[in-house]
Each structure stands twice: as structure tokens, then as C-alpha cells.
């Protein structure tokens, strides 16, 4: 818990000089409604209307730093190919602040245009604000390491975009981030042979990210940490089966944190194929390819670093990220399972393959099989339904080997309740909101979701 009475925003980046970033003025907007706060940072709970809208609609408010709007400077590989013109072209981070002694970021998507916009108009539709604001809930409320939406405000404009029917209603969104530093951070520097200010990043992204003392703060452990947590995020798009659809070199943060949602989708039934951005004519983020896509990313890291480490070392730590993703795919299985590992690693890969055998049945939805799984064979005995519902598949001797975990309830896990968010109810949830302005559905999910949220963190499973 948070002590409110000596919370501050800071200004962002304060560690870093002016070569990460540029300073930017916000647009200005005809009118700012609240569409959705969020109740889970209770450092902002007891904002008015009036307060809430300044601080996140303005930028105006006692709360913020004075320096502020800082749109960071990167490049990136835009499915594989280097494009040198990005950076934040429709947001900025507005101040940083720490929360259990983690340095967390306020930033904006759609506050307007940057030096980074080129010919775009730096706004953000309401539908993919709305969107955003369901996805990062629904990846939250799973336990997936994601940005967090806290505020998304409609601001009274009519945009045209290529790839939804226009004109259509404009946003102001803002989220909680770790970090705002990406892999594209990186190459930007290296693009100008910027060695010195890649140094210093490094150092920084250990001291204020990694927490390492002094003595630890040096390249390799950072370049570890970083493979680490990215083959970690990796494993948990697979097991929540969720597809990002744009996991370009600047879509990829140091700290492992899933973030930037456009056209995701997420998985209704098991499909390695599923494509979730229709711009993606070969599939190369398609669900399947989403570990090889972040590793290719991360390898464009580690050819930076070879100005400060052996390409031996380096070459060393990218192998780790096999097996790194290997096993947080199982630590994350059982977890979601409820169940225990077994001891012999071979049961545990079998148990992987007896269980993808089931999950890729066609006749089950994805979310359906863990549902009815979770729990394992303590909930197997106590649901014959499910043998007669899973009859092809022999449940009691896939799950032998594992065992329920001890702390299982299973009056507290039949309250967990069945949640999805796919493409349809998202588009009717739109629908509502754009033909009768009807936020019910919207909210209506958003309050499940949170139930979903709060069951799991219950559970042991946020």
C-alpha cells in the first residue's frame, strides 16, 4: 500500500539527458469526457471529475512535475525492416512515480502531435481506445505482465482513418507503464553511433529498472535480465493465447512488459496460425511464430551490445532463450492449471503434449478447456460431467502425474468466472457505443473483468 500522503509524480526520465527524448506541448481539445478510470491506483481515487480531466485530459494539475510531456526518441524494425523515422508520434510520458518500489510511467496515446508524427495527426480513434482500455484489463486480470490503462477520455473530434469507417469519435488515452525504453531506444543511438548515450542507458535500465548494486550494474547481467524477461513474455502470449499482431523491435520494452495494443486478437479456438493485424500478409507475428518474432527482436539487441561485450557472451545468453521460454511455458501451464510440476521433467513434457492435444480439439474453445481443467484431478473427481465431456481423452490419466496444489479450494475456484474477450464482443461493444453512445456493454465488461481480476488474485492466479 501506497502512502498517499507522501505520493508525488516526478518528472520523467530525470536520469536521462535530452538526446532520449523531446519535450512536447499537448493538443488542445474541444470538449473532454471520462469514459473509464481506473480503481486499482488508489493514488488517484479521490480526483474529482474536474481534477481527473485536467490532470489527464489537460495535462494541468497541481500533481504534476514541471518537467513533463517527454516524447521519447527511438527507431525500430517494423516487421523486420529498420525504420528510422519512429519515435512517440501521438504520445508522451507525462511524469513517473513509484509504487511498491517499482519506477512506473504515466504516458499518453492520441495527446497530439509530436516532431515523431509525420503525417499524422497524433490522435487516437475512441475505438481503439476503448479497445486498449479492454485489452490490458482482460491481460491483467489474467496475470500477464502488461501496461495497465488507467484513464481514457473521448475529446470531441472527428478523425479519418484508412482502416475503420470515418469520421469517427477521437480519445485521449493514458497507462501505467515500467518502462517506456525499447529496443528501438537502442537502435536510435546506435543509428547515430551514439555509443556514449547507449552506455549511460545501459547503466541507467540496471540501476532504476533491474535494481543491481554497483557492482552488478554492468552489461552482461543487463543484457541477461532483458533476454530473461523477454523470453518470459514470450511464454506468456503462448499460454493465455493471446496474439499482439505488431511485435516490432520499438513494440519490445526492456523490461518484459506487454504493451501497445492495435489489432490483437485473442485465441477462440486453438489456431497456431491465427493472424491478428490483416496488414500481416505472411503471418510473421502470427500466434505461432510470436516467441521466434521476440527473439529475432532481441537479437537486434544483442548486435548493439557487441560495442561493450564478446559476441561469444552474448551469443552465450541468446541461447538461454529456448530453454528460458521452455520453462516458464510449463511454470505458467501448471500455474494456470492449479496443478504441481512432477518431479521427472519427462512426465512434465508429456503432460504439455497430452494437454495440447486437447486444447487443439476443435470442439473446445480455447478458454472452455482451462476452465474446465483448472484444478486438475481434485476437480476431475468431483466433476464426472467432464470424462463424459472429454471422453476421447483419457483426463484421469493425463493429470495422474500432478497433483492438485495444496492451498486448492474448490468452492473458491468454481467462483472464478468464465471470461473472454474476443473480436465479436468487442465489435458489439463498439456498436453500442458508436450508434446510441451506450456504454453499458463496455462497462458491464469492464466490471466482469475485474471480477475475473479479483477471483484470480484470490487464487493465486493474477
Known sequence: MIELSTFKLVSPYAFLDDSFYDKVQPAKFPKLITRYRNPY???????????????FGKFESPLLPEGKNFAMRYHGHQFQVYNPDIGDGRGFTIAQFYKNNDLLDLGTKGSGITPYSRSGDGRL???????????????????????????LVETGEQLSRNDEPSPTRSSLLVRVSHSHLRIGTFQYHAFHQDFQSIEFLISSIGKYYFKFSDQNNIPINIFSEIVCRCAQLAASYN??????????????????????????????????????????????????????????????????????????LLVNELKKFVDL??????????????????????????????????????????????????GGMQKIKNRKDLNQKYQKYNLEKIFQNHDSIQEL?????????????????????WDAIDKYDDWSLFNNKIDSINKLKEANIINGLG
Request: aromatic share 18%.
Open 41 to 55: 491506483f488508489e493514488e488517484f481515487n479521490n480526483l474529482s471529475d474536474e481534477e481527473w480531466t485536467n490532470l
Open 125 to 151: 480513434t475512441l475505438k481503439g481506445g476503448v479497445r486498449e482500455v479492454l485489452c490490458s484489463n482482460y491481460l491483467d486480470a489474467l496475470g500477464v505482465n502488461t501496461s495497465k490503462s488507467i484513464s
Open 239 to 312: 499460454i493465455y493465447g493471446f496474439v499482439h499482431g505488431v511485435l516490432n523491435t520499438d513494440n519490445i520494452n526492456i523490461t518484459g512488459e506487454s504493451f501497445d495494443y492495435g489489432p490483437y486478437r485473442f485465441l477462440e479456438k486453438y489456431d497456431p496460425n491465427k493472424i491478428a493485424a490483416y496488414f500481416d500478409r505472411f503471418g510473421l507475428y502470427r500466434f505461432s511464430k510470436q516467441a521466434d518474432a521476440i527473439f529475432w527482436n532481441v537479437q537486434q539487441l544483442a548486435s548493439i551490445f557487441t560495442k561493450f561485450l564478446d559476441k561469444e
Open 325 to 374: 521460454y521452455n520453462d516458464e511455458v510449463l511454470r505458467l501451464l501448471f500455474k494456470r492449471l492449479m496443478i504441481k510440476p512432477h518431479i521427472n521433467p519427462n512426465h512434465n513434457t508429456r503432460f504439455l503434449n497430452q494437454f495440447y492435444q486437447i486444447l487443439s480439439d476443435q470442439d473446445f474453445f480455447y478458454e472452455e478447456v482451462y476452465y474446465d481443467l483448472r
Open 409 to 429: 479450494s474448490l468452492d473458491k475456484l468454481n467462483l472464478i468466472p468464465y471470461e473472454t474477450l474476443y473480436y465479436d464482443e468487442i465489435e458489439k461493444i
